[in-house]
């Protein structure tokens, strides 16, 4: 069972603040512990902004062990874009932030997602009339087949 | 000269199990169209410096670090980019004759 989660019109003055809540609203749903949001900020100030991952989307997350304890996924989608410093892939207004108990509970999860992002899913989001609206795009994404 | 055995081909990014696992899926719908049978796996680039692999493909800021680890690096700003993908592999495994 997959915690899905969505926040629509938010602010944040920068990337660490747009990552911060992003993870946050896993913290929120039960999915994540409460020291995840900064583990999440830690994975971009030590590996770089890859996780911006195609144009004005990033994949927030951190290590299981860094207190994932659901499978978690929370779309979030900013009032603002923000810079992530990323060469090609900047400014970012949506974050997908997700969540895991252990290295291989999420496959399922993210593949789906995957194929959804593939298919259009980011723009499907965009166009999300608001935050439940967002919140029933990415559940649908997730669904099992 | 042709390979007798399944392309290795590895996906990398900064924590290897999410960003990574997208990739894989993008390089696997690319192959599957170039119809080459290979096998993919993805990791952090800590992890990736053991290993031996056939490919590599992430983004520039961690494939810089990986230059030499494998016959073909391919960076990729796009993790979603199927097409964007598949035109490399076709040129980069062309050139290796891993392709005709």
């Given at each position: 069972m997959t915690v899905v989660t969505a926040a629509d019109d938010v602010t944040a003055g920068d990337w660490r603040e747009a990552v911060r809540k992003a993870a946050s609203a896993l913290v929120d749903a039960g999915a994540a512990g409460g020291g995840y949001p900064e583990a999440c900020v830690r994975v971009v100030e030590?590996?770089?902004?890859?996780?911006?991952?195609?144009?004005?989307?990033?994949?927030?997350?951190?290590?299981?062990?860094?207190?994932?304890?659901?499978?978690?996924?929370?779309?979030?989608?900013?009032a603002v874009p923000v810079e992530f410093g990323h060469p090609d892939n900047d400014p970012v207004d949506l974050l997908l932030a997700f969540c895991t108990p252990d290295p291989d509970a999420h496959v399922g999860t993210l593949s789906r997602l995957a194929r959804a992002l593939s298919a259009g899913l980011a723009d499907r989001l965009r166009a999300a009339s608001g935050g439940s609206d967002l919140a029933r795009a990415l559940k649908e994404a997730l669904a099992d087949d | 000269?042709?390979?007798?055995?399944?392309?290795?081909?590895?996906?990398?990014?900064?924590?290897?199990?999410?960003?990574?696992?997208?990739?894989k899926m993008t390089a696997e719908d690319a192959l599957r169209s170039l119809g080459i049978e290979a096998r993919v796996e993805n990791t952090d680039v800590s992890t990736a410096r053991g290993m031996t692999p056939d490919v590599v493909i992430g983004q520039g800021m961690h494939t810089s670090e990986i230059a030499d680890l494998a016959p073909v690096v391919i960076t990729i700003s796009d993790f979603l980019d199927k097409d964007g993908l598949e035109a490399q592999l076709r040129e980069r495994l062309t050139e290796q004759g891993w392709l005709s």
């Open positions: 030590e590996n770089g902004p890859y996780i911006v991952l195609t144009k004005g989307l990033a994949l927030v997350h951190a290590r299981p062990e860094e207190g994932g304890l659901a499978v978690g996924v929370a779309v979030t989608r900013l | 000269m042709a390979l007798d055995r399944q392309l290795e081909i590895l996906a990398v990014c900064g924590v290897g199990m999410g960003s990574s696992l997208m990739l």
